[in-house]
């Protein structure tokens, strides 16, 4: 049975896919892209020093945030009315509305609003920093938690020569640092970090949320802004010694790092622990150096081991998201954009999807029964499941679905 | 590494790359990400890449580690990602396909699929370990390398995917 077991996987196995032309061009002209940039970033250091002695001088200014939306603006913008209203709330508090040139600094949580740092580039402009229980009118999950006592920070990013920012090519990382943590390890991705962002008038906007920092106001807190994906080691320096955490001066991309003044009072020692504890707790089953959340592991198994035949006895279909669509001139079945639930989740096939009706034939999907074609979710409560079905008169109907026994959080 | 000698590693190496990315995701948008992905980060830890040498390893060992990462990513991200053209390559290979009579062809193409299919069910690690073997035909040092895993760790993973697929696809194994 091995032999064949063998045969059948070498066969099976063998690799057919091929990456197309676009994608393969795409490398290259990103490589391209690349080398032109890490020329640019990285100087020698002799000139380094100069420049980041320069930049330092004259990067750091208080800018009138009405010349970008406000923070209130960008919530609202995102579809989030109640986080958009406590913003509201602050700017009057703090007269942004009403006398925009002194919107900067004026009180504790919010003490860099206003603040702008150029580097790279790109200059970036800090537009609202909120922090508090269920301020917004999402409910985020993380590793089997809802998490409803969060930090709020909008930022503004643009080039300084102009041009538009462009979010398809240009990578950008915004977290909170913590003084005498280490920041590889904890920021926003590990303080169940999410965001959301939009280009408007060529400025990127981004709202970024985490869990509450302000149990840590009794040491030195930062917003960093990179570009780059994920935090990059090699854009900041961490004296373990002192726990203070500066910029790297020859980084000359964008590498900005803002100081957070907050209320010491706010300081919750064991609360802050927990977190600490949450996000140092060893990942299982991780030798990879990754730390992947156990939860998110489990629901990708979970999810794999769906077929179409025990789909509807573990999952639920989201009515919502139904849509049966027939082949278009071009041949094509387009799939809408669609939203799972917008107070539960933000799961959404924010750009649809196509499927070449040539290939999803009757011989190669019977018709009439669901077949998963992916899934995605850091935990069962996040997780959806997106299926097509073939229908006897050659539509296609597109679903997500949800396991059953989170799927009272859909009704 | 020159832009002639990336594309002559991509179109050597493309495929393999390419289908180990389709498999471990699953489907179609996650795994151009991560081909993409998996050259310019290969790339960028090894800027000065001797393409005489391994190459393959080391991009099946950047994809694994970029996957797993994407894997948390999930939290901080999520989409659901498409399957676009997911069979456009097979259902091509299989037409060109003249050998076996029709029923045959078939036969064997759903019988292909059926085994994709158990391995797609497999949990992430011993399903990398599977691709690794019978895809990309590396040995069980190259995996344990590939992987950052010790060799015996590689063979009971190994081990235990088969014994799984035994099960899974049992009705295929004394069908024939």
Known sequence: MKNELDEFLTRALTPREEPGDVLNRKILNRVKERVYMKQKKYKRASVAVIAAAFVAASSITAVAAWQYMSASQVADHTGDERLAGYFADQMSEQGVVTDPPDAAGQDGNADIVGESQSYGGYKVTVLGLLSGENMSEYRRQSNGNVRSDRTYCVVAIERENGEAVDPEHEDFFVSPLIGGLEPGVYNAASLCGNYSEFIEDGVLYRLLECDNIECFADRELYLCVTDTSFYNTGLYHYDEGSGNISRNMEYDGLNALFELKMDVSLADPVKAQALIDEISEPAENDEMGVRVPKEAEDAMEWAGSLTSENLERYCVRLENTVQTVTVNEEGYYVIQPWLVNEAVSDTRGSEGEIFNAAYYTPEEYTPGVPFINGYSGASMEELVITTFTINEDGSMTFAAWVPREVSRYFQ | ?176
């Not at chain 2, 493309?14 to 980060?41: M, P």
């Not at chain 2, 000065?48 to 797993?68: E, F, H, M, P, Q």
């Open chain 2, 1 to 176: 590494m020159t832009k002639q000698e990336l594309t002559e590693c991509i179109d050597t190496y493309g495929r393999d790359i390419y289908s180990f990315c389709r498999h471990l995701t699953g489907n179609v948008q996650e795994a151009d990400e991560l081909y993409q992905d998996t050259w310019l980060k290969t790339l960028e830890l090894l800027e000065n890449i001797d393409s005489t040498g391994n190459v393959k390893s080391y991009c099946l060992s950047v994809a694994l580690r970029l996957w797993k990462n994407r894997k948390r990513k999930f939290a901080w991200r999520k989409r659901i990602a498409g399957t676009q053209d997911y069979l456009d390559e097979e259902g091509n290979e299989y037409l060109s396909d003249s050998g076996p009579t029709s029923e045959e062809r078939i036969l064997a193409e759903e019988r292909d699929r059926t085994v994709r299919n158990a391995v797609g069910t497999l949990p992430e690690k011993l399903k990398a370990v599977i691709l690794l073997y019978y895809m990309e035909e590396l040995n069980i040092a190259q995996i344990a390398a590939v992987a950052g895993v010790p060799e015996g760790t590689v063979k009971s993973r190994l081990y235990q995917a088969r014994k799984l697929l035994e099960q899974k696809l049992e009705g295929v194994l004394y069908e024939k």
